[in-house]
């Protein structure tokens, strides 16, 4: 009783302090401003806060009273308290800042020599100063970003590549076969700027140390043979790197197949464009796939060339996926989905008999490992909350439905195998690597650094061209070369699981030089090798994106074949 009675009053305390610290301070009205903000998102993307009203503080603490958290934001309304220093021209955004600010000998000095704010005002939630008028813009002026992005390149001599254009999807062709969608080996240029740690070092000693898709020698060969050039000149393996060198290489790029199934539109308005996406095929480029990735196949047959998505769905993983025309209503749809205001539902098929009663799954969520993406359930992790419940059990699998409340990375899937329960055909949560009870209960048996490793040996080039942890582990951009550390070191072994070794792939792939000649370089080793076509049934995973829903909104899919015993 002794605690609790000395606690309020402390907080009576530091109520009257900061009462105390204003009045005393502000004698006189036109020192400080109470200021209402409101969060935007423009059209152009960009986020912006918009005054809406400014009263005098010492006027408004004759009506109000405030309280510690005072500034902090409406989620709901996006709405924002702050306090603005008219002497010192800043904006305060915490009442613990306010008394710190208050209490500071720059603010005492201030208010003794007050400044002249005529040529100040508050915008986007900061004191500026007033410019004078800019001269309407000619026609010619009014260029978009991406245009103003080419000019500024074309002034410093950097080179506009036709894959950083709409060129990029002439690049090469897209055949089917065998029930796949496959797309013809092509050259590309990966480009990035010097990094600091780079700066004095050999080119060659770069390339060694920095990316790992090539051996050493191989990137001396390509340095020497000029495809490797820096600020668009041949270099040498000796050459030392310079602040802000403009580096690219060229290499031939084979993309890994994936399903032939079509994209299905769900939904197509002036804002937002809602797909069916099927299984195997990554949302937007990445690792080894470009060209059959959700963005380049909707830009390239159905014209929709400006999509931004604003949500993410594992490769494996099909059903509904939202894209926005314009980055204002991305944005939007982010700030909804962060605040989780959007409802996601999706149905899955998993090991055993899951319980009739609904489940529900709280246990943090900790990524062990961005460099293969992989997750586990640890007191250390991120809070989760995962709804499930039993549609149908037959023959030893149970059909079920999910509702994530948050979005962590392979959330519903960590939490089936912790209950256990995974997904039938989870290439990477349902394998005895995790141990004898895959995972149960989070009984791992071993490290988590020994499970990474383990995990790493165990995918082969069929099982691990068809996970998403090899989506992760070649992480690329259109406009930067491949920049991850610590890639996996799979090469070797996907080389030496693709060679050849019967009489009959020798004639496929001679077959196969001599009909796709235009497409073949000599020098690629991956050109020398045949591939054998993933089985069907590994691109998909039965994990569904079945329903996202919002105030006013819901889209939705049929249920998968594989959802029902019926």
Known sequence: ??????????????????????????????????????????????????????????????????????????KESNIQMKFSCWPCRIVIES???????????????????????????????KWKKKKGEKRPLEESEKLSKRERTKKNKLARSIPILAQHTEAKYEETETYFENGLRKVRPYHFTFTTHAKGRWVGDKLSDVFAREFRAMEPKEYARCIEAGLVRVNDKASS????VQNNDFISHTVHRHELPVTEQKINIINEDDDWVVVDKPGSIPVHPCGRYRHNSMTFILAKEHGLKTLQPVHRLDRLTSGVLIFSKSAA??????????????????????????????IVCEEPIEVISCKIGLCVVDPK?????????????????SIVKCWPKTGRMHQIRVHLQFLGFPITNDPLYNSEIFGPEKGKGGDLGKSHEQLVQDLIKYHTVENWINSDEYEASEIVS??????????????????????????AEKQKLSDDLETCAPFCDPNC?????????????????????????????????????WATFL
């Open 525 to 561: 080793g991956e050109c020398k090798l045949a591939y054998k076509d993933p089985p069907p049934e590994s691109l998909v995973m039965y994990l569904h994106a079945l329903k996202y829903s919002g105030d006013g909104w819901a889209y939705q899919t049929e249920m998968p074949k």
């Open 237 to 240: 393996v000796d050459y030392r």
């Open 478 to 503: 259109e406009t930067e070369i491949i920049e991850n550390l610590d890639k996996i070191e799979v090469k070797s072994e996907i080389k030496e699981e693709a060679s050849i070794k019967t009489d």
């Open 381 to 397: 992790g991120k809070d989760c909350k995962t709804t499930f419940q039993r549609l149908e059990f037959k023959n030893g699998v």
């Open 95 to 125: 009442v613990v800042a306010l008394r710190s600010h208050l209490s500071g000998g720059k603010h005492l000095e201030n208010a003794v020599n007050p400044v002249d704010n005529s040529e100040y005002f508050i915008d986007n939630g």
């Open 1 to 74: 009783t002794k605690l609790i009675l000395l606690d309020s009053l402390l907080q009576e305390l530091t109520s009257l302090q900061l009462y105390s610290v204003v009045t005393m301070l502000i004698d006189k009205p036109g020192v400080l401003a109470v200021i209402k903000v409101e969060h935007l998102v423009l059209p152009s993307g960009h986020k912006n806060q918009a005054l809406l009203e400014q009263t005098d503080l010492h006027k408004f603490q004759e009506e109000h009273k405030i309280s510690d958290n005072f500034c902090r934001k409406d």
């Open 329 to 358: 209503k991305a944005r939007l749809m982010e700030q909804l989905i962060t605040a989780r205001e959007v409802e996601k539902e999706y149905v899955c098929r998993v090991v055993g008999e899951f319980p009739e009663e609904e």
